[in-house]
């Protein structure tokens, strides 16, 4: 009923239907033209945690998710993270009888693309329906207590996932588990504490090699501790569901947008699709909804096949297995895997091509609910599934609306290279399919390569098949059926090659001239959709060379060198696992009995759990847009340019405001106060006035009733524009001479000089690529207005002051009359630093106007396109060093692309420089700085802010010197390294306590380096097609925010009578655990339990002018306050401690309370000599220094260029932990996302300056599948640090840089590949270090073939 109403459906079909229609307050014509009736009564019947649900009209409307719905019952533990399936937030439990395994099945679904109409008849279970906080399911518990949360908004997602896998399987293996959670996504905790959590139902088998262990302090769950589970103890499925009970009737259920039909038999389903032969077939609804979405694709008839036995059904006969076209994609999974498990290898060929491709098929959720037909029919020139299935030979039937069956061949049904096109008949359905067994001389394999392996859509495709005749010791090929996806505008067959093979011998000389003849096949021309020309023409060779392999190792292994069989192998990742050690502090600072700090149960220096981990793990806890909305509250829809520079010719917002349910549009000519913002200067506008100067720039703001209503409003509102010249990327930045601001210099010593008098010298440069902060809390604010100009701001922020005071500016109000509130963040990384003002200013605005609360929670795609990411730079450096190795000089130039605007691209940058020698001392360095001007949206800070690209800059030339010089990388690093004392910086900064070299060398023991370097060269040796690399790397952050000013902190503590401590500070809790440290401290300060402190929300009425939390300085500053104002409260209580040394803390207050003591004290501190002037190149810009080492080994597929991380060893120093438990957490999600950053994730911008990557179906942060095999991780220990609270220090962004081993790990891997075909010496490689990247950097006489030598993949930069 809120969505902008369409055309009517056609007239209804026979009868014979349980009619239910749905029609909103404006449907009900539409509803009496579709039925010829107004009273009939509209239900749809299931049941919702245990509780009988009757949904009726108006609520029921077919488009409705049931995201949508269990939000609206204030279920709101079920999160909305992305719209489209792809990233697990929304998962939930359905279960239903299963007409053909006789049982109820349990299953985990994506409740974001799942219709409402489609649990009918279905017990649906949310977070909140199994446990809370008080008290918590098996799979909560124990989740919370392996520290398996962080941010927590993805937490009951992945609890779902196995919960439903529990309610299936009892005692699953370890596989499964892994398996599970493909189809959610952290970008917090690095996967490694929630694999673990979840392995404690799998049975004790050994599994999975050694069990993690934890150093005794990390663990919640201690061994022999674990709480049971029993299936027996769950929510039982409702007996008035069961078939006794309930039996599904066909439905037909009308709304405003499209009538739902579920017909329950053949005949049925084929009158509807007479009367209605346009109508979309839905089932799983996993395509339709992104169409609806990402399409604005709408159905008058959406047809559900569901419950028709027919399609339903799947069954083994001789020689083949037969499927209903609706049959889901995991119960085809299920049973293949029982025949492959049951029957001869010989005979299942096909089935375990088909596993093959299922396995990497989407995620669990989706393969729950998507069927076989739906994959085929809908044509994707990408299918995973379809190439197999044409080159097996496999069979579809079709059968017309009469009742006609046709059978085919599915390698026939698609048209090809014209787009999505089949031999489907609109007068058709898809029937059945027909999968073939193999005989002992048929082989089949299946292909597939991505950017991420688990839940990816394909860059390219393959099905390969053959049939073998036997003469003699030889074998040569009788039929061969070869298919792939992602070379043409549909899957395609490969007709010369398959004729040119027939008759001929399995052979290497056979593959050469196969090879040659495939290229033919598939052609891609310059500049074809898609784009990776070279490399997707090397995978379909590639994938053929593997094929022949994998049939010859079988056949004539003799054949083979024994180097290059390993080419032939399928994908096969062991089980993950770990090892965690950091060391408790807790009794490290015990001071005087009356003064504290004070020996308490859980203090400073404790393993403890996040403080909200049961909270998170019920769904229980509350992010901004879980707040109820307020009475009258309106929702915004943002009005943005389509244009990347241009020159606004006019508005007409009247298509919108023609709409019901819109109350208004608010743009620059309705802003009481000041349109102007920026982070550092004010260089941005909240609505564009004259002039767009990047794409999804804010023109204006709409309010409706409802969020869809606004966000389809704002998609009517018409802008005309008149384009002008834009500038895109760096290399265009720089031709045009577009910059803002002056060059940055930092430098020491003789630089020239010194490059003079060097041994020899090398140039280079490389592309650092940007990165989406994926935050998995999308950019959320709800602005509520108060009395005498008074707002109220809940955003998800990690900057609630900048929020207050640019709402204030943007309202003309006094700063003291807007108060900025924010709970907790799921996820901020920097990007909710400073993007999320403008969003804030514009809703303040409507807010202010209509006199009403205005809230907005951007789709993904909309927060990805306009929010700003990791600024991508360029670094062109020259380095000076001896034979042996030593630097002596580097001279670095550093880019940046920045974006429209300024924001905090400066401060970036001169992070970047101060970075440019990682951990290296070099005596003589010159680096210089530029930020480019360009019309992407304005990027902004992220984890590392410039460290990572600095340092990834220095260890570029660290490496180019090692192999200009031939010598191992890691010993040029080792004899470079800053020495333990008497270290200088570039700026002048001494190294106090500086571990760097210690800790080197621990860590390579630890690792056990020299054997398993050694190891390495012995695979490559034995190997041609796959190569392993080990690599380690050091860092050496700066910490303290680089601007004097914001080095401060306040915090507010209350003491109550009865003994209970509330804090406010001001910093923003976003997962790293900041409350939590922040209670330890205030429990040791006033030695009272953990349990009796509570930090409450951040607000700027509590703590005024704060600063942001970020540069991971937030438990320092924050924590010296809130001991400051402890220390305070201490003081005041001394003399009650002193006359009764034994009393209570709540005895101590209620006493000093009566005597009228005051019990609430204000905290305040400043990091003291602070601050670098860039002008006369003096000062001291950090606090102290944080360090770490990482050693990497990783393996890459030479022919695909897919990697895994085979194993990382982690030392980090923290200092004295204020709690290893959280520390540990954020050393491992920081080095994944920083594998993300360095190895996977790839900003793609359009020329017409859109983001292409704008959601999890097309950006690819690291899955549970991309963590190491092998995570072994190791605080630091006995290095305190005495600058900082409790001789901690910060741990948020260092680690994240320690994931350019795995990075130079690869980049090994790849120097080995070439080696062999005598390339050697530097060669470059951006990032991220993609397939493709690493594929065609490898540069054999496949690569060769397609691409000119040293071919570099485009990026975005």
Known sequence: SDLIPMPPPPPPPPPGYQETKAPGPSGSSVAAAATGAQSDVSRLYFFLNGEEKIVEAPRLQPQQTLLQYLRDEGLTGTKLGCGEGGCGACTITVANYDNDKKKVIHKAVNACIAPLCSVDGCHVITVEGIGNAKSLHPVQKRLADAHGSQCGFCTPGFVMSMYALLRTNATPSKAEVEHCVDGNLCRCTGYRPILDAFKTFCPATGEGQEEAAHGGCCKEIKD??????????????????????????????????????????????????????????????????????????????????????????????????????????????????????????????????????????????????????????????????????????????????????????????????????????????????????????????????????????????????????????????????????????????????????????????????????????????????????????????????????????????????????????????????????????????????????????????????????????????????????????????????????????????????????????????????????????????????????????????????????????????????????????????????????????????????????????????????????????????????????????????????????????????????????????????????????????????????????????????????????????????????????????????????????????????????????????????????????????????????????????????????????????????GINLYPARSAVTPYGQPLVDCHMKEMWDSLLESADYTARAAGVEAFNAANRWKKRGIATTPVKFGMSFTAKFMNQASALVHVYTDGTVLVSHGGTEMGQGLHTKMSQIAASELGVPLDKVFVSETATDKCANTHPTAASVGADLNGFAVQDACQQINKRLEQFRRVKPEATFAELTMAAWLDRVDLSAHGFYKTPEVGYDFVTGTGKPFHYFSYGVACSEVEVDVLTGDFTIVRADILHDVGNSLNPAVDIGQVEGGFVQGVGLFMLEEMIWMKNGSLFTKGPSTYKIPSANDVPIDFRVKLFEDAPNRRTIYSSKGVGEPPLNLAASAFFAAKAAVASARAQHGETGPFRLDTPASCERLRLACGDHIVRTFAPKDKLADGSW
């Open 224 to 973: 022999g501790e674990v709480p049971p589970y029993a299936q027996t103890a769950e929510l039982p499925f409702p007996p008035q569901l069961l078939p006794e009970a309930f039996t599904p009737a066909p439905l037909k259920l009308v709304g405003e947008l499209c009538t739902w039909y579920r017909p329950t038999s053949l005949d049925a389903l084929l009158a509807l699709k007479n009367s209605f032969n346009h109508a979309k077939i839905v089932v799983g609804n996993s395509e339709l909804e992104i169409e609806r979405k990402f399409r604005g694709s709408n159905w008058e008839v959406l047809i559900c096949t569901s419950h028709v036995a027919e399609l339903n059904t799947i069954s083994v006969a001789a020689g083949s297995v037969e499927l209903g076209s609706s049959v889901a994609l995991n119960r085809l999974y299920e049973v293949l895997q029982n025949e492959m498990a049951n029957k001869p290898a010989s005979e299942t060929r096909t089935y375990q091509a088909v596993l093959q491709q299922l396995r990497w098929f989407a995620g669990t959720p989706i393969r729950n609910v998507g069927c076989v037909g739906g994959n085929v029919a809908n044509a994707s020139p990408i299918s995973d599934l379809n190439p197999v299935l044409m080159a097996c030979g496999a069979k579809m039937t079709l059968v017309k609306v009469n009742g006609e069956r046709r059978e085919m061949f599915v390698r026939d049904f698609f048209k090809q290279r014209l787009y999505r096109q089949t031999a489907l008949g609109p007068d058709e359905l898809i029937l059945s399919f027909s999968i073939p067994a193999t005989t002992p001389l048929q082989f089949s394999q299946g292909y597939k390569i991505s950017r991420r392996r688990d839940d990816d859509i394909a860059i390219v495709t393959a099905g390969l098949h053959v049939s073998l005749e036997q003469k003699g010791a030889s074998y040569t090929i009788a039929t061969a059926g070869f298919a792939y996806g992602g070379m043409a505008a549909s899957s395609v067959n490969c007709p010369k090659t398959q004729e040119w093979l027939v008759g001929k011998e399995m052979s290497h000389e056979t593959l050469k001239g196969a090879l040659a003849v495939l290229a033919e096949d598939l052609p891609l021309e310059p500049g074809a959709p898609g784009g990776m020309i070279e490399f997707r023409r090397t995978l379909a060779a590639s994938f053929l060379f593997k094929f022949f392999i994998h049939v010859m190792n079988q056949t004539t292994p003799d054949a083979l060198d024994a180097s290059e069989k390993s080419a032939g192998d399928m994908y096969s990742r062991p089980i993950s696992k770990g090892l965690q050690h950091g060391k408790e502090t807790k009794d490290a600072f015990i001071a005087d009995p009356i003064e504290g700090p004070f020996k308490v149960q859980d203090g400073v220096g404790s393993a403890v759990k996040h403080a909200a981990a049961d909270v998170h793990v019920s769904g229980e806890a509350q992010y901004t847009d879980d707040i109820p909305n307020p009475p009258g509250g309106l929702y915004a829809g943002l009005v943005l340019s389509s244009q990347p520079h241009a020159r606004i010719v006019s508005v007409d917002a009247s298509p919108a405001l023609a709409v019901k349910g819109v109350k208004g549009y608010f743009d620059h000519k309705d802003v009481p106060g000041s349109n102007a913002l920026g982070a550092v200067i004010y260089d941005e506008e909240v609505f564009a006035t004259n002039t767009v100067v990047t794409t999804g720039q804010v023109i204006g703001v709409i309010a409706a009733e409802t969020q869809a209503i606004a966000r389809q409003a704002a998609q009517l509102v018409k802008v005309e524009y008149e384009r002008l010249p834009h500038v895109l990327s760096i290399k265009e930045a720089i031709a045009a001479n577009s910059y803002i601001g002056d060059e940055c210099v930092i430098q020491s010593g003789d630089v020239e000089g010194a490059m003079a008098g060097a041994e020899h010298t090398l140039e280079g440069e490389v592309h650092i690529g940007g990165q989406e902060h994926f935050y998995l809390e999308t950019q959320t604010s709800l602005v509520i207005p108060g009395e005498r100009d008074e707002m109220t701001v809940w955003s998800s922020t990690q900057n609630p002051t900048k929020t207050s005071n640019f709402v204030a500016s943007v309202l003309g109000v006094p700063k003291n009359r807007v108060v900025t509130k924010m709970k907790r963040m799921g996820g901020g990384f920097g990007g909710k630093e400073t993007r999320n003002v403008f969003i804030a200013m514009a809703l303040a605005v409507a807010a202010k106007k209509l006199n009403k609360p205005v809230r907005i929670a951007l789709d993904r795609d909309q927060d990805m396109s306009i929010s700003g990411q990791r600024h991508p730079f360029l670094c062109k450096y020259k380095v000076g060093f001896t034979a042996a190795g030593k630097i002596m000089a580097v001279h670095a130039a550093l880019f940046s692309n920045g974006g429209c605007s300024l924001d905090l691209s400066r401060p970036v940058l001169e992070r970047a420089m101060f970075h440019i020698e990682n951990g290296y001392a070099i005596p003589n360095v010159r680096v210089t700085g530029r930020v480019c001007r360009t019309n992407l949206p304005s990027n902004t800070a992220f984890r590392g802010f410039g460290g990572p690209q600095g340092i990834m800059a220095c260890e570029t030339y660290m490496d180019d010197v090692a192999r200009f010089l031939n010598l191992a990388p890691d010993h040029v690093r």
